[in-house]
């Protein structure tokens, strides 16, 4: 079956430090990859995705390349702020011909704690 | 343009009570999805519906949960006779089509005493 595995937290940065998140994935096909990020207290804000080999998706300085030969979906962002500490989930959806297209799969989440 | 919108956003209920957690999708979303998150966790998925018909429910526990999406108001999933295990975050989420992205709710909390 699919999975995402990403790096264990917390990761813990100094603002204006460059971060980087692994994840790395299992599935059949070509999925969708995606990276959701989640306030205290809040509900899941998707933050960027990829639909396809080499694509790169990017939002708000957060940037993630789709790489298949590498199975991989890093997340980086070359300066981070304060405001950045949430926790980050990387995610995937099976390829809309399977009979499992629309249900998302995540990984275990990566706190990210950013300083002063 | 109101987002995914859940109630209660905290639940608390007794081993053996009934827990009903809603949800409203966004506007124009007819795809609906539940979500459960054990403490440090990440999301699971639990059930797909459109309205009126689940389409896919490969990761509802077989007894004691359900969900509904009826065609007019919002969609509902409901736990029977809760135990402590079941004390978890619930997303809802919705999309437009089932291959566009999902867009979540705050959650509910669900505590069991």
């Known amino acids: 079956g699919n999975s995402v595995t990403q790096m264990e937290g917390p990761v813990t940065l100094s603002e204006e430090a460059f971060l980087t998140i692994n994840c790395t994935y299992t599935a059949t096909g070509y999925p969708s990859l995606f990276w959701y990020v989640q306030y205290p207290g809040e509900g899941l804000q998707l933050l960027l995705k990829?639909?396809?080999?080499?694509d790169k998706g990017s939002n708000k300085g957060f940037e993630a390349t789709y790489r298949k030969e590498t199975t991989s979906f890093h997340l980086e962002k070359g300066s981070v702020q304060v405001s950045d500490s949430a926790v980050y989930f990387c995610a995937l959806r099976d390829p809309i011909n399977t009979g499992t297209a629309s249900k998302l799969t995540f990984g275990t989440g990566t706190r990210l704690q950013v300083t002063l | 343009n109101a987002g995914v919108m859940q109630n209660p956003r905290h639940l608390v209920r007794r081993r053996g009570q009934e827990a009903r957690l809603r949800c409203s999708p966004m506007?124009?979303?007819?795809?609906v999805y539940w979500y459960r998150q054990l403490p440090e966790e990440g999301l699971k998925f639990m059930v797909y519906?459109?309205?009126?018909?689940?389409?896919?429910e490969s990761g509802m526990p077989k007894e004691r949960f359900s969900a509904e999406f009826p065609k007019e108001g919002p969609s509902i999933l409901r736990i029977q006779q809760v135990v402590r295990g079941d004390s978890a975050a619930y997303f809802c989420?919705?999309?437009?089509?089932?291959?566009?992205?999902?867009?979540f709710g705050d959650g509910t909390r669900l505590s069991i005493l």
């Open positions: 519906l459109q309205k009126e018909n689940i389409i896919d």
């Open positions: 990829a639909t396809k080999a080499d």
């Open positions: 506007k124009g979303h007819s795809h």
């Open positions: 989420a919705s999309s437009p089509q089932s291959n566009q992205p999902q867009h």
